[in-house]
C-alpha cells in the first residue's frame, strides 16, 4: 500500500525549509545590492495594486525561461546562476514552490518574499500604480 498525498500545504512546508525565505526589509535591501526582484504576480492584481518599482515583472508561467541563464529565451538580467532572486507573488505561496523550480535550474540564490506583495505594502515599502 502506498502512501498517501502530503497535499499541497505539506509540500509547500517542507519545500520552505530547504532555503531561507526573506522579509520585506530584507528584499528591498537586497535589491538595493544588486538582487533581481521578480513579481510574478498575475497582471489584474498588479492593477489593482500596484508595482514594486525596480521589480521585474515576469508571468508564473514564463518564469524558468526567462530566468535560466542557458535559456534561449532569457531576461538580460538573467546573467549567471549566481545571481540573487527574489520572487514575489500575492501573498508568498505560489513564490516557494517558483524558488524551488528556480533551485531545480541551479539558480541556487532564489528565494522568496515571506508574505508577499501585500507583506510588501503592509511594511510602508515602496510601490507605484501599474
Known sequence: ??????????LVDRLRT??????????????R??????????QALRERDG?????LVVERNELEWRLDPQGSHRLPEATSHDIEVVVICNEGYASTLAAVSLHALGLHRATDLTGGFQAWRSAGLPTTPA
Do not use: F, K, N, W
Not at 544588486?34 to 498575475?42: A, E, N, P, T, W
Open 18 to 31: 530547504t532555503y531561507t525565505r526573506v522579509s520585506p526589509e530584507q528584499a528591498h535591501a537586497a535589491s
Open 33 to 42: 545590492e544588486g538582487s533581481l526582484l521578480v513579481d510574478i504576480r498575475y
Open 51 to 55: 508595482l514594486i518599482p525596480g521589480a
Open 1 to 10: 500500500m502506498s502512501a498517501a498525498p502530503e497535499g499541497i500545504d505539506a
